[in-house]
Nanobody, 117 residues
Framework: QVQLVESGGGLVQSGGSLTLSCAAS????????MAWYRQAPGKQRESVAT???????EYSDSVKGRFTISKDNIKNTVYLQMNTLKPEDTAVYYC???????????WGQGTQVTVSS
């Protein structure tokens, strides 16, 4: 059974840093695209950062230059290093895995990140 388990969320002051982790079970990082999404109260879920099997990376404009996505293929874990956090980064952050064909699409349970001003 595929599992994505996020950790590392919490409360941090504006300007601070957090690192989120997503431990993946039964996911082959060599064929799955991994991503971090977030959803703030009253807003739609949005993509934050994506890393492909070959390591190509994309960021949303709102986090570019502040967040870094990375993965460890041995530990089957994907990370999101978040620096210079802002109150508008407050959201539930979700780990997502997308396989090479339709029907292979998985979400973690989410981890709360709260940035105080």
């Amino acid at each position: 059974q595929v599992q994505l388990v996020e950790s590392g969320g919490g409360l941090v002051q504006s300007g601070g840093s957090l690192t989120l982790s997503c431990a993946a079970s039964r996911i082959n990082f060599n064929i799955y695209t991994m991503a971090w999404y977030r959803q703030a109260p009253g807003k739609q879920r949005e993509s934050v950062a994506t890393i492909t099997p070959l390591g190509s990376i994309e960021y949303s404009d709102s986090v570019k230059g502040r967040f870094t996505i990375s993965k460890d293929n041995i530990k089957n874990t994907v990370y999101l290093q978040m620096n210079t956090l802002k109150p508008e980064d407050t959201a539930v952050y979700y780990c997502h895995a997308r396989g090479p064909t339709r029907g292979f699409d998985y979400w973690g349970q989410g981890t709360q990140v709260t940035v105080s001003s």
